[in-house]
């Protein structure tokens, strides 16, 4: 019986909770505007949904000068290794006077865009747009890791007596100029020039531009 009623008036309750629990709120909103605080309170908040929200965007000349700061932009990098054959001889056979030997070297290479070299005419900007033109990526730095260059093998003439100091040097420079070739014919300069747009795109981003796009100096010189 009990639970037949409160079946039975659950409607009606349920429709005074949220008629108080209404009422309350326009209490407190009351309550809240007769103050000084509140009407304050209201008065700033009607402000700030009213208020003129300017956008202000960086000049051709900032932000060559922000990227300008940023200089050398490294946007890929790759390791090789080499295996190398150096010989040294005097005229006579290198088993009986000469000197050879064998290294493995790794060769760390890096690449990106040198932004020193922007200038303000490389940007234009129309409204919230911008078009940028970059220089090619270029090779920065090869560096061959002496914790991976080994000698493994080595051998000197029966008559060489005074051996030559200089040929690991030139194993490691044949080393050198094969890195740098892997990485002019390679994919390295390629990734870089990606890498490099998709960076720069999301820097002007962040000031404030819905449109960028990226071009390149070389294109345009031909």
């Known amino acids: 019986m009990g639970l037949q009623l409160l079946w039975r008036w659950r409607r009606p309750i349920g429709r005074g909770v949220k008629i108080a629990g209404i009422g309350l709120l326009l209490l407190l909103a009351f309550g809240l505007l007769t103050r000084e605080t509140g009407r304050e309170w209201l008065l700033d908040r009607m402000r700030s949904l009213t208020a003129t929200v300017y956008?202000?965007?960086?000049?051709?000349?900032?932000?060559?000068?922000?990227?300008?700061?940023?200089?050398?932009l490294e946007t890929a990098r790759q390791t090789t290794m080499h295996d190398v054959a150096v010989g040294a001889s005097n005229g006579l056979p290198v088993w009986l006077a000469g000197e050879r030997l064998r290294m493995r070297v790794v060769a760390e290479t890096s690449a990106g865009i040198d932004l020193s070299q922007l200038k303000p005419e490389h940007v234009q900007i129309s409204g919230r747009r911008v078009r940028i033109t970059l220089p090619e990526p270029q090779i920065f730095d090869i560096v061959l890791r002496e914790s991976g260059t080994e000698v493994y093998h080595r051998e000197r003439g029966w008559l060489n007596f005074h051996?030559?100091?200089?040929?690991?040097?030139?194993?490691?420079?044949?080393?050198?100029?094969?890195?740098?070739?892997?990485?002019?014919?390679?994919?390295?300069?390629?990734?870089?020039?990606?890498?490099?747009?998709?960076?720069?795109?999301?820097?002007?981003?962040?000031?404030?531009?819905?449109?960028?796009?990226?071009d390149w100096q070389t294109a345009h010189a031909k």
């Open 55 to 72: 956008r202000s965007q960086p000049s051709p000349v900032v932000i060559v000068e922000r990227l300008q700061a940023m200089r050398r």
């Open 163 to 214: 051996p030559d100091k200089q040929i690991e040097q030139r194993a490691r420079l044949q080393a050198w100029q094969e890195a740098h070739q892997a990485a002019s014919q390679g994919e390295l300069l390629h990734r870089a020039r990606i890498n490099a747009a998709d960076e720069l795109q999301r820097l002007l981003k962040m000031l404030d531009f819905e449109q960028v796009q990226i």
